[in-house]
């Protein structure tokens, strides 16, 4: 049974930092480009940063020079780095396996920055 499940969300205010994680199993954990996706309430579930297998990074725009996605495949985990947060970040973040046809969803942490 594959898992993935999210941690490290809270409340912050504005310009703090937050470490999301996320532990995942029943997968070869290696061979999947991992992934960070966040949803605001009543907006869409966007990208926020990819890792790949060869842990090549990407970044929505708006978090670009921010976070920082990076993954440890001895522990099964990949990580996202949130510096100077802004209230705009508020959302769920999900964690996110791919290879190919295969994706699987963890189930969220929730991420507030607040004043």
């Known amino acids: 049974q594959v898992q993935l499940v999210e941690s490290g969300g809270g409340s912050v205010q504005p310009g703090e930092s937050l470490r999301l994680s996320c532990a995942a199993s029943?997968?070869?954990?290696?061979?999947?480009?991992m992934a960070w996706y966040r949803q605001a309430q009543g907006k869409q579930r966007e990208s926020v940063a990819f890792?790949?297998?060869?842990?090549?990074?990407t970044y929505a725009n708006s978090v670009k020079g921010r976070f920082t996605i990076s993954r440890d495949n001895t522990k099964n985990a990949v990580y996202l780095q949130m510096n100077n947060l802004k209230p705009e970040d508020t959302a769920v973040y999900y964690c996110?396996?791919?290879?190919?046809?295969?994706?699987?969803w963890g189930r969220g942490t929730q991420v507030t920055v607040s004043s």
């Open positions: 996110k396996a791919q290879r190919g046809g295969n994706i699987y």
């Open positions: 029943g997968i070869n954990f290696g061979i999947y480009a």
């Open positions: 890792i790949s297998i060869d842990a090549v990074t």
